[in-house]
Every structure is written in C-alpha cells, then in structure tokens.
C-alpha cells in the first residue's frame, strides 16, 4: 500500500460496526485497533490491563474527578489521554490501520489519509441482533443498547468538538440495516480503495 490510509469507524450499538471494522481491516489488510491497544499501552505503562478496562470509553465520573489546567486526577480520562496518545504515535509513525471509536475521527482530523465512518441501524434490527447475541429479552436489549450508546454519546462530546454521529463531521455516515453488514462493508471497502489511490 502506498500513501497512509487511517479508517475511523464510529457505530451505534448494535449496528454491526465493530465486525464491519473488523472485515474492513482483513480484507484490506489493515492492523485493528479497537479494544486491543489496551493491551499493548498495559504492557508499555507496566499496568495490570483489567485495571484500564474499567475506565475504557467511558465518561469522567464528575464527583469524583478534578482537573487543574491540562492536569486530570479522572481516571477515565487518563486512560483515555492514553489511547489518543497511542493513537497519534501509530499516525505519526506512517502506519495505515482500521481503528475502531476512542474519538479518532477527531484525535487524527489532521491527517490526510483519515476516512471517518459512521455505522448507524435500524432499531427493530439492532434490537433483535442484540437480543441474539446477548441472549437478552427484547426490554433487556432496549436497555442495553440506550445504556451502550448514552456511554459513547458522553465520552464522545467530552473529548471530541462536534457531537457524536453528527453526519457533517464524517466522511461517510450508513445504515447497515437497508444492506445487511455484509454489503455495507463491500460497499465501504470499495469507496476507501477507490479513496486510497
């Protein structure tokens, strides 16, 4: 691959953007980072990885938390201080790679290579994905997913300058749902190969 491509992939829960990401970076043959760069800043950081799992994409707990000028003792914010930072070294270095939410679309804007995704659906589709995967009655799932998405709405607009699935700030916003997963991703993949030439 010639000049350095970077695919955001932001969703909604239940969407099937994670395994829409994942797809992407096989068939492109792209590094994906999503939950698993925990593991490797865990390593570096010499810190137990369950430890930063706790405090993964998640909004600052605001009783507990205090921040004098760049300085936070939140540890949901550090964590997430982490990631961006893992996020910009990867960038920096020239690797292409599929990353999947912790605010990249904005965390890398500056790069030229940057396509940024927004996987939406359906809700009756979502609800009954869902329901399937966690073996959840379809209350349970309605909970969930709002729960899922509550999370990712707060830690987006904390850390991020426009709102979370504001269809202006990325460069393709899909509903998996009219598709299936499996067309939106072919449908995905040929825009970016048709992107990174």
């Known amino acids: 691959m010639g000049k350095q491509t970077i695919i955001s992939v932001s969703r909604e829960f239940g969407s099937c953007g994670h395994r829409i990401a994942e797809r992407l970076a096989k068939n492109l043959e792209l590094k994906l980072y999503d939950r698993n760069m925990l593991d490797e800043i865990a390593q570096t950081k010499k810190i137990k990885v369950e430890y930063l799992e706790k405090f993964e994409e998640r909004p600052r707990n605001l009783i507990l938390s205090r921040r004098v000028g760049n300085y936070s003792n939140s540890m949901e914010e550090i964590v997430a201080d982490m990631q961006f930072e893992y996020l910009r070294e990867k960038a920096e270095s020239g690797e292409s790679f599929v990353v999947v939410g912790r605010c990249a679309e904005t965390v890398l804007k500056g790069y030229d290579g940057l396509i940024s995704i927004f996987v939406v659906g359906d809700k009756d589709k979502k609800l009954s994905r869902v329901e399937e995967k966690y073996k959840l009655n379809e209350a349970e799932a309605l909970l969930k997913m709002r729960r899922h998405d509550k999370k990712r709405k707060q830690y987006h607009n904390r850390h991020s300058d426009f709102k979370w ?23 995905l993949e040929n825009y970016i190969r048709k992107r990174m030439k």
Do not use: M
């Not at 504001?166 to 067309?183: A, F, P, T, V």
């Open 165 to 187: 699935g504001d269809s202006r700030n990325y460069d393709i916003c899909i509903n998996s749902s009219k598709l299936g997963w499996e067309r939106t991703e072919e449908l």
